[in-house]
Every structure is written in C-alpha cells, then in structure tokens.
C-alpha cells in the first residue's frame, strides 16, 4: 500500500515557475513508476509526465515538453514535477499515481495507476 500527499501548487502569473511535490508512505517507492496527471474545470484528466521505476525513463505530454521535468529522490521517498514556462491553459488540478507494475516504459494511462493523491491546485494567471 502506497499512500501520496501532493504538495507545491498555487497561484502564478504566466512565464513563472511552480515545484510540485508528491511525498509517498511506504516502503520502496522507488519500486513504483509515478505519474503526474492533470485535470482543469469541464475538461478529462490528462495525463503531464511520468518516471518509470528506479529512475530510468520519462515520457512528457506533448503539451508540456521542454517545460516540465520530472524526477525523483529516493532517499525522501519524492516525486517532483518541475513546471517552467508556465501558461495559463496549464491551469488545472494536478494528481500524482503510482504504478506498481513494471513495464518498459512508464504508461501514460490513468487507469493503469493503482494509487493516487489528493490533488494540488495550480492557477496560472495571464
């Protein structure tokens, strides 16, 4: 059982940077894949980046490319999700999961993720 806290959004003007944070409980984090999600207001959740397990392998939504950058630090059992760039259409509740399984490459799937946060709010402001 893995338990996910994200962490880091708020509220910024556009071109700034924000620092998400997914802290997990648990022993042998770095076993999982992670993956950052999004969802806006009237829109499907959609998935932002993800980190395959120990390490090894991202995938970053179009959308996002040469933006954001994920990564991880094991010793603190945390995912970060480092938005640069930021524009107002990156506005949206942003999700962090984990992914048990191993795969080649992490899965851009919502469905294929077994543990989820709460949730952390970014607005980006024109």
């Known amino acids: 059982q893995v338990q996910l806290v994200e962490s880091g959004g708020g509220l910024v003007q556009a071109g700034e940077s924000l620092r998400l944070s997914c802290a997990a409980s648990?022993?042998?984090?770095?076993?999982?894949?992670v993956g950052w999600f999004r969802q806006a207001p009237g829109k499907e959740r959609e998935f932002v980046a993800a980190?395959?397990?120990?390490?090894?392998?991202?995938r970053y939504a179009d959308s996002v490319k040469g933006r954001f950058t994920i990564s991880r630090d094991s010793a603190k059992n945390t995912v970060y999700l480092q938005m640069n760039s930021l524009k107002p259409e990156d506005t949206a509740v942003y999700y962090c999961?984990?992914?048990?399984?191993?795969?080649?490459?992490?899965?851009?799937?919502?469905?294929?993720?077994?543990?989820w946060g709460q949730g952390t709010q970014v607005t980006v402001s024109s």
């Open positions: 980190l395959n397990r120990g390490g090894g392998g991202t």
């Open positions: 999961a984990a992914d048990r399984r191993l795969r080649l490459i992490p899965t851009m799937t919502g469905d294929d993720y077994d543990y």
């Open positions: 648990g022993r042998a984090f770095s076993s999982y894949a």
